[in-house]
C-alpha cells in the first residue's frame, strides 16, 4: 500500500560559548569511462568578540513509501513518456519495468511536493530483479545505457533536449544507475566496459561537472533472475552518498563512498547545486548519443524515499567592519531573519526579513548593543 508524508522537523538550538573563529574539465583516464556517462548541511557555529551565532528553524521532510499491494497510480504516481515501459503486478506486488534506449525518455515518477539541494539530505531504497540486460541492441551502439532510479528535476527531465547520455544533456540529477557490460571500438582496438553501480550526480549550475569522474571504481555486476536490495543514502552536511547492494541476506559488493566536495572524483566547484524536485524509475532515450543503448526488463518492489529539506545551510558568522554577520544558503520559499538576545531569554529582530532565493544569504545588525549580543538565524515559511 502507497504512502506519502511531508512532515515538519525541527532542529534543536545550537549554540557555542566564546571563541575566536576564523572564517578545465578534466574526464576519467580511459575512453571507456569517458564514454560510459556522457552526459554544508554543515552548521558551523562561531563566535566572535562575545558574540554568539545560533539557529531557529523547522526542516520538512518527505517520505515515500510503496509496497505495490495497490494500484501505484492511485497513490500520487505517474508516466510520462511511454506507457507501455511500467505495469503495476498485482499478483507479485510490484512494478514491472522495462528500459529501452530506442524509445523516448520515460518516467515512472513522483513529484516531492519540496526541492532538494546538496546540502539537503536524502536516500532511496527498493528490491530490484533483472530478467535481463543487454547494450548493443542499436546500430552502432555497443556500450551501456544506464538505467536510472532516483531524483530529477521534472521540468527539466520531460523537456525536449534533456538527453541523460549526452555530455551536458542532463541538468539536474542525483540518482543511483546501473550500467551493464559493453564494449567500445576505435581504430580497430576493442575497449571493454564492465557492469557498473553508480551513485550519480550533476549540477544544474554546470550540467558538464559530473560526479563521479572516474566510474571504474563502482564496478560491480547485479545478477539476473535474484533480488538486489539497492540503497543509496546522501548527506549534505559531509556532501557525501553511500551506496549499498545486498543479495541473500549479505552484502552484494563493498563500494567507496561518493563525496561531492572530493576533487578526486568530483567535477562539482563549490557553487554548483542541483535542484531535483521528483522521485523516478527512468528509462532513457540514446538520442544525442552515438556509443550507448540499452534493453533491460525486470521488476521493483519494496520503494522507499526519504528527504530531509535543511532550511539552513553553510551557516558562518563573524564580525565586518565592527557589525555582525552571518552568512548561510537560504531555499526559496523560506523566510530568514537575524534575530538578537543579551541574555538568551528575549530576542527581537536585529535585521529585516528576507526571502531565500536558492543561494547565498548575508544578514547584518547594522544596530549592535554594547557590551555583547547573542545572534540566532530564523528560518521559517510564509
Known amino acids: 500500500m502507497p504512502s506519502f508524508s511531508d512532515l515538519p522537523g525541527s532542529e534543536g538550538f545550537l549554540s557555542s560559548g566564546p571563541a575566536l573563529v576564523s572564517q578545465s574539465l578534466t574526464r576519467s583516464a580511459t575512453v571507456v569511462e569517458h564514454l560510459k556517462d556522457q552526459p554544508m548541511l554543515k552548521v558551523r557555529l562561531s563566535v566572535l568578540a562575545l558574540a554568539g551565532l545560533s539557529v531557529l528553524c523547522a526542516s520538512r521532510a518527505a517520505t515515500i513509501v510503496e509496497d505495490f499491494s495497490t494500484n501505484p497510480q492511485a497513490g500520487g504516481w505517474q508516466v510520462f513518456g511511454d506507457t507501455n515501459l511500467f505495469a503495476w503486478n498485482s499478483t507479485n506486488q510490484n512494478l514491472e519495468v522495462t528500459w529501452d534506449s530506442t524509445q523516448p525518455n520515460s518516467y515512472f515518477y513522483h513529484p516531492l511536493g519540496i526541492s532538494l539541494t546538496r546540502y539537503d539530505d536524502f536516500g532511496l531504497e527498493f528490491d530490484l530483479r533483472l530478467s535481463d540486460i543487454a547494450s548493443g541492441v542499436e546500430p552502432g551502439k555497443t556500450g551501456p545505457l544506464q538505467i536510472g532510479f532516483g531524483f530529477l528535476n521534472l521540468a527539466e527531465a520531460t ?161 565586518t567592519n565592527g557589525l555582525w554577520q552571518a552568512q548561510f544558503f537560504a531555499h526559496s520559499n523560506w523566510l530568514y531573519t537575524l534575530d538578537r538576545s543579551t541574555d538568551f531569554h528575549s530576542w527581537a529582530p536585529a535585521s529585516i526579513t528576507n526571502a531565500g532565493n536558492e543561494g547565498l544569504m548575508m544578514l547584518q545588525d547594522t544596530d549592535p548593543p554594547s557590551p555583547r549580543a547573542f545572534y540566532r538565524v530564523r528560518a521559517q515559511q510564509p
Open 159 to 319: 523537456s525536449t533536449n534533456f538527453m541523460r547520455g549526452a555530455w551536458g544533456g542532463a541538468p539536474d540529477v542525483a540518482e543511483f544507475d546501473y550500467y551493464t557490460s559493453g564494449y567500445y571500438v576505435f581504430s580497430g582496438i576493442t575497449y571493454p566496459s564492465l557492469a557498473s553501480t553508480v551513485p550519480s550526480f550533476i549540477p544544474g549550475t554546470d550540467s558538464f561537472a559530473y560526479a563521479p569522474v572516474f566510474v571504474s571504481v563502482f564496478e560491480t555486476e547485479l545478477p539476473t533472475n535474484q533480488t538486489v536490495h539497492i540503497r543509496l543514502v546522501y548527506t549534505g552536511a559531509n556532501q557525501t552518498a553511500i551506496l549499498t547492494l545486498a543479495t541473500n541476506g549479505g552484502p552484494l559488493s563493498q563500494l567507496p563512498p561518493l563525496v561531492l566536495s572530493d576533487p578526486g572524483n568530483s567535477q562539482f566547484a563549490p557553487a554548483d547545486n542541483f535542484w531535483v524536485d521528483a522521485f523516478s524509475i527512468s528509462s532513457y532515450s540514446s538520442a544525442g548519443d552515438v556509443y550507448d543503448s540499452v534493453l533491460a526488463h525486470g521488476a521493483v518492489g519494496n520503494l522507499s524515499i526519504t528527504a530531509q529539506l535543511q532550511p539552513i545551510a553553510c551557516l558562518t558568522g563573524g564580525l
